[in-house]
């Protein structure tokens, strides 16, 4: 490196060379965060990008990265630069999860970016998790580009492959225009309603003052090379003491580890500070708090590729550079956790450094609860996530960890007291070898809800309870016993007693075999032992306008009771109190209601 780029001192602090710009891609689920960065993955390459095609349910769920090499930029806005090159050595793209979900993996995206695109539906304006970006941006201090996708909806609007906004905009028909400018002004008042000011990024004077939107289609790759000048510009311009701060020793963020044939374990970095070496000591957050281990080998991706789609595109180097995706190859990474942070430690001070900030990346930020569910994740950024969505669904969580489900979080989950939290759910994570089977099929030891978006492991999870909750009820209401009037018919004594067999007729309600019968004053009558129908077919229940032949053991005819007579069915208290809980009839009703007052006569506190 020449003197210029080993450092220069302004403003008191020692500044290196000048990195790439980290841009950071956020915004509401399905709004085109990924096609954006398919379209720049496709520049200067005749195959268009596809990693949507293969995110999971078309939501990005993990950070990701892309190179766009500073040639590329160049020529890809070259019109718009007027044939000018720009400083930067190139961009990184970070795809960071757009869905509210990913909170956590948001943040860290946000604090590892220099600035940020957010990508809104010029249709749909702005959306739940685009303002949450919003929040998130500001309180991370981000600046950062709107992205007003999907122009390609207006009605009329004709779009063409590489074409720059501005030249599009001269060839819309004046009506497509007025369209296009009600959904801008639409979008201005909301992004003002949240104290944000924003206005097309070819009509603002003080930059500073004002966030450059950008129109564009990603579906169709019109006004992206707009945004990727505007984004390059306004790094350059406003960040360049930042984008120099890259001496010291080196640092990335962890996106995931990998197991790659040929390779054996991986992680794949952002490094953002510094530089890295082939030998070098790092120190990482595992599972288990922070541990070293030393770089045995390093591969970045051969440009305009993204680090998780990069297959065999990978070339081996000694020394990586600030700002740049690089793929780790070094002992004992099993239990790294992603979304962490990686510091060069080649000596004894950096150690005791790293490793006191690494202890307080390890601590989870989930609150546990003495009685809830069981949740895992394969990152702390996911664990979060979706232990922020239960915990919106008020769901509590008994237990949260990193990793693969194994026998103590099976036990936890089947000690649960309430059989509603007898569950494990698992974000993008298995079982062990060992406890795999146990989790699949009719004879599984446990309830396992697994998938790679949350909203999915929510949807299971709630239809789980829906259906858990409804057969509990079911079992309950089977034991409950319910409000029941029955009517002694004339002339229908079959046997006088031992037991007593009557023909009756239900009034209200449901009599069931085995229930004690009353009357009205709280005389007890007997127990019923069997009922009959007219067709002489045995059955446990008889409902509302049945008439059945009914066995009493207790009563004998002509003496406790009498044809004509009425009876009700005589309900625990604290059947009572459950039955008020449930969805009775208005006559099931009316007959609990004339229990309740007959037996809080003598105790007022029955059925409370």
């Not at 993990?62 to 019109?79: M, Q, R, S």
């Not at 010029?122 to 941006?137: A, K």
């Not at 004709?158 to 007025?178: C, H, L, M, P, Y």
Request: hydrophobic residues 35%; proline residues 3%.
């Amino acid at each position: 490196m020449s003197e210029e780029e080993n450092g220069s001192e302004e403003q008191g602090k020692i500044l290196g060379w000048q990195r790439q710009p980290i841009v950071s891609v956020l915004g509401h689920v399905d709004h085109g965060k990924t096609s954006v960065l398919d379209h720049f993955r496709s520049l200067g390459s005749e195959r268009q990008a596809s990693v949507m095609d293969r995110e999971a349910g078309g939501i990005t769920q993990h950070i990701g990265a892309t190179e766009v090499p500073a040639k590329i930029l160049n020529e890809t806005c070259a019109a718009m630069t007027g044939g000018k090159d720009f400083n930067s050595p190139g961009l990184l793209f970070i795809d960071t999860p757009g869905h509210h979900s990913f909170t956590s993996l948001r943040s860290r995206g946000g604090a590892l970016a220099d600035i940020a695109i957010l990508v809104v539906d010029v249709m749909e304006g702005l959306q739940p998790q685009t303002i949450e970006s919003l929040r998130i941006l500001r309180d991370k201090k981000t600046p950062f580009v709107v992205a007003a996708n999907k122009v390609d909806r207006i009605h009329g609007w004709r779009t063409e492959r590489g074409r720059s906004f501005i030249e599009s905009w001269s060839n819309q028909r004046e009506d497509v225009q007025q369209l296009f400018d009600e959904r801008y002004w639409k979008l201005l008042g909301q992004f003002s309603e949240h104290g944000f000011n924003i206005e097309r990024y070819d009509k603002i004077r003080d930059f500073k003052s004002n966030l450059a939107m950008v129109p564009c289609s990603a579906k169709d790759g019109e006004g992206l090379q707009d945004l990727l000048t505007v984004t390059v510009g306004l790094a350059e311009r406003f960040l360049e003491e930042r984008l120099r701060d890259t001496l010291g020793d080196g640092e990335g963020t962890v996106l995931e580890m990998k197991d790659e044939r040929g390779l054996g374990k991986t992680i794949d970095v952002i490094l953002n500070r510094g530089e890295l070496n082939v030998g070098d000591t790092i120190t990482l957050v595992g599972s288990d708090g922070p541990f070293s281990t030393h770089i045995k080998g390093m591969f970045r991706p051969k440009g305009m590729s993204e680090m998780r789609d990069a297959g065999d595109r990978w070339e081996a180097c000694e020394t990586a550079v600030a700002a740049c995706g690089l793929k780790i190859v070094a002992p004992n990474l099993e239990n790294v956790l992603a979304g962490t942070t990686l510091r060069q430690t080649n000596t004894a001070e950096a150690k005791s450094t790293a490793e006191k900030e690494a202890y307080k990346e390890a601590k989870i930020s989930v609150d546990i609860a003495e009685e809830g569910v069981v949740i895992k994740a394969d990152t702390v950024g996911g664990l979060e996530a979706l232990a922020f969505e239960l915990d919106k669904m008020e769901i509590p969580i008994r237990m949260a960890t990193v990793g693969p489900v194994n026998k103590r979080d099976i036990t936890t989950a089947q000690c649960a007291d309430d059989a509603l939290n007898q569950v494990i759910l698992g974000f993008s994570v298995k079982g062990n070898t060992e406890v795999q089977p146990k989790l699949e099929g009719p004879d599984a030891e446990i309830k396992f809800i697994s998938a790679d978006i949350i909203y999915r492991i929510l949807e299971e999870f709630e239809e789980w309870r829906d259906n858990t909750k409804a057969e509990m009820d079911a079992a309950a209401r089977e034991n409950l016993v319910y409000p029941g009037h029955l009517l002694y018919l004339k002339d229908h004594t079959f046997r006088n007693k031992g037991p007593a067999i009557v023909g009756m007729r239900v009034l209200g309600g449901r009599v069931h075999v085995g229930q004690k019968i009353m009357k009205l004053d709280g005389t007890p009558i007997g127990q019923i032992k069997s009922l009959r129908t007219r067709s002489s077919e045995d059955v446990k229940q008889g409902h509302q306008g049945e008439e059945l032949a009914v066995a009493v053991m207790g009563p004998t005819v002509g003496r406790q009771i009498e044809e004509g007579d009425e009876f009700w069915v005589d309900i625990p208290s604290s059947h009572a109190k459950r039955l008020k809980k449930l969805d009775l009839t208005p006559i099931e009703e009316e007959i609990l209601e004339e229990i309740t007052r007959l037996h809080r006569k003598q105790d007022h506190f029955w059925g409370r």
